[in-house]
C-alpha cells in the first residue's frame, strides 16, 4: 500500500515508530509527515534519531494558535493532495488529526484511526473532540482495547471496521525489552504535569507544587522532568524555586529511553499523561492520574490507576496506597491492559487482509426505492 501517515507531537512520534517500520519492513510504500504541531526541538528532533523514524516531509505550523491550526489543516490539504496516498494512517486525538481526517475526506482518500475509541467523556476536552472526528470520518478503526472496541459499537460504528490491535508504545517497551522491576529494588516518584488545564490554572499549579514537596517528604525522592509548559508556568508564578530541595530533581524533558527507565525503578508515577498510564502499566509500576477523567479506564478498573484530578491531598493519600506492599505487588503482577505488544504486527496483519480493500472504497449509497438503515 501506498500511506501517508502524519505526526505531530512526541508520543505520536514515540508510538508510531514501530507501526512505520513494521509497514516498511512489509513492503509498503509510507510516507511520514512531521505537521509542526510541536516546534519546539526539546519534543521532537531528539527523538528522531533515537526511535528510528525520520519525517519525509516536515510542515511548520507557526504564528498563534489560530494561525498554526490553520496552517495545519493547509498542510494537510497539500499533502494529501500531492501524494495522493492509498490511505492516511493517523493515531490519537491531537490537531494533527482533524486536520488530516477533513484534508483526507474531501479528497476522497481513507482515513484508518490508529488508537481509536478512546473516550473520556469530558465535554471540556478538545482531544475528545478530536477523537470524536476521528470515529466519523475514518473508514478503518484500529481500537486499543475491547472497551474501545465497545465505545465505537455504542456510536454505531459498524463491527467490521473496527479491530482490536493494542497500543503501540507498548511494542516500544517490549523491543527494548524492559522487565519489571523487583517490588524491593523500586525508589522514588515519576511527576510529569504539562496539560494547560492543570498548569496554566494557578490553583492548581499552587496544588502541583504543593504536590511534589508532599510526595518527596512522604513517599521518596522525585523525578520530574519539566515540560517547557510547565516551566513557563512556574517562572511566571514565580513557583520554580519552590520546587527545589534536595529530594526533588528538577530536569529538562529526558530522552525517551531514558525516561522509561526512570519509570520502570519508580514505586508510582503521578501525572496528568496519557502515554505514561500505558507504559508504566506494561512495566507493572501503579500511577496517580492528576486528571478527573481519563480516556485510559482499563487501569482504573483493574486497580493499578487512581484518578485524582490536581488535588494535593487526594493525590497523595492515593500515592501513598499505592506504594503499600500489597499494592506494589498487584501491579507488578497485573498483566498489562493495553496490549500485548505487537500491535505493529496487528496492523500490518489487518492493511493487508483481503476484506480491508472493501473498506478502505467509498461507494455512493443508492436509496432510489427503498429507505437508509435504521
Given at each position: 500500500m501506498k500511506l501517508l501517515i502524519p505526526f505531530g507531537t512526541r508520543p505520536e512520534i514515540i508510538k508510531l515508530a514501530p507501526v512505520v517500520a513494521a509497514l516498511r519492513a512489509a513492503g509498503d510504500e509510507v510516507t511520514v509527515v512531521a505537521t509542526g504541531q510541536h516546534y519546539d526541538p526539546a519534543l521532537t528532533e531528539v527523538f528522531y534519531d533515537e526511535l528510528g523514524i525520520r519525517p519525509d516531509i516536515v510542515c511548520h505550523a507557526d504564528g498563534n494558535r489560530a494561525e498554526r491550526l490553520g496552517t495545519l489543516f493547509t498542510d494537510a490539504v497539500r499533502v494529501v493532495g500531492e501524494r495522493r496516498p492509498d490511505a492516511v494512517l493517523l493515531l490519537g486525538d491531537t490537531h494533527t488529526v482533524p486536520a488530516y481526517c477533513l484534508a483526507s475526506r474531501n479528497q476522497a482518500v481513507?482515513?484508518?484511526?490508529?488508537?481509536?475509541?478512546?473516550?473520556?467523556?469530558?465535554?471540556?476536552?478538545?482531544?475528545?473532540?478530536?477523537?470524536?472526528?476521528?470515529?466519523?470520518?475514518?473508514?478503518?478503526?484500529?481500537?486499543?482495547?475491547?472497551?474501545?472496541?465497545?465505545?465505537?459499537?455504542?456510536?454505531?460504528?459498524?463491527?467490521?471496521?473496527?479491530?482490536?490491535?493494542?497500543?503501540?508504545?507498548?511494542?516500544?517497551?517490549?523491543?527494548?525489552?524492559?522487565?519489571?522491576?523487583?517490588?524491593?529494588?523500586?525508589?522514588?516518584?515519576?511527576?510529569?504535569?504539562?496539560?494547560?488545564?492543570?498548569?496554566?490554572?494557578?490553583?492548581?499549579?499552587?496544588?502541583?507544587?504543593?504536590?511534589?514537596?508532599?510526595?518527596?517528604?512522604?513517599v521518596g525522592p522525585v523525578t520530574f522532568p519539566l515540560h517547557p509548559r510547565t516551566r513557563d508556568a512556574l517562572v511566571r508564578h514565580g513557583s520554580l524555586d519552590r520546587l527545589a530541595g534536595p529530594y526533588v530533581r528538577l530536569t529538562d524533558p529526558l530522552p525517551y529511553h531514558d525516561?522509561?527507565?526512570?519509570?520502570?525503578?519508580?514505586?508510582?508515577?503521578?501525572?496528568?499523561?496519557?502515554?505514561?498510564?500505558?507504559?508504566?502499566?506494561?512495566?507493572?509500576?501503579?500511577?496517580?492520574?492528576?486528571?478527573?477523567?481519563?480516556?485510559?479506564?482499563?487501569?482504573?478498573?483493574?486497580?493499578?490507576?487512581?484518578?485524582?484530578?490536581?488535588?494535593?491531598?487526594?493525590?497523595?493519600?492515593?500515592?501513598?496506597?499505592?506504594?503499600?506492599?500489597?499494592?506494589?505487588?498487584?501491579?507488578?503482577?497485573?498483566?498489562?491492559?493495553?496490549?500485548?505488544?505487537?500491535?505493529?504486527?496487528?496492523?500490518?496483519?489487518?492493511?493487508?487482509?483481503?476484506?480491508?480493500?472493501?473498506?478502505?472504497?467509498?461507494?455512493?449509497?443508492?436509496?432510489v426505492d427503498r429507505e437508509p438503515p435504521s
Open positions: 481513507p482515513v484508518v484511526h490508529l488508537e481509536a475509541g478512546l473516550r473520556s467523556f469530558n465535554e471540556t476536552s478538545i482531544e475528545e473532540v478530536n477523537r470524536r472526528v476521528a470515529a466519523a470520518t475514518a473508514s478503518l478503526h484500529l481500537a486499543p482495547t475491547r472497551l474501545a472496541h465497545d465505545f465505537l459499537r455504542g456510536e454505531g460504528i459498524p463491527e467490521e471496521r473496527i479491530a482490536v490491535v493494542g497500543n503501540p508504545v507498548l511494542d516500544v517497551l517490549r523491543l527494548q525489552k524492559l522487565r519489571t522491576t523487583p517490588v524491593a529494588r523500586r525508589h522514588g516518584v515519576v511527576v510529569t504535569a504539562h496539560r494547560a488545564t492543570n498548569v496554566d490554572n494557578p490553583e492548581r499549579l499552587e496544588h502541583l507544587v504543593r504536590l511534589v514537596g508532599d510526595l518527596a517528604a512522604s525516561m522509561i527507565r526512570h519509570v520502570a525503578r519508580a514505586k508510582v508515577v503521578v501525572t496528568d499523561s496519557g502515554g505514561l498510564q500505558e507504559e508504566a502499566a506494561w512495566l507493572g509500576v501503579p500511577v496517580v492520574v492528576l486528571r478527573r477523567s481519563t480516556p485510559r479506564w482499563e487501569g482504573i478498573h483493574a486497580g493499578i490507576a487512581v484518578l485524582t484530578g490536581m488535588d494535593a491531598p487526594r493525590a497523595i493519600k492515593a500515592a501513598l496506597e499505592l506504594t503499600a506492599d500489597d499494592a506494589q505487588r498487584w501491579a507488578a503482577a497485573s498483566p498489562c491492559p493495553y496490549g500485548d505488544g505487537h500491535t505493529a504486527r496487528h496492523v500490518v496483519d489487518i492493511l493487508h487482509a483481503p476484506a480491508t480493500a472493501g473498506l478502505l472504497r467509498f461507494d455512493e449509497p443508492d436509496f
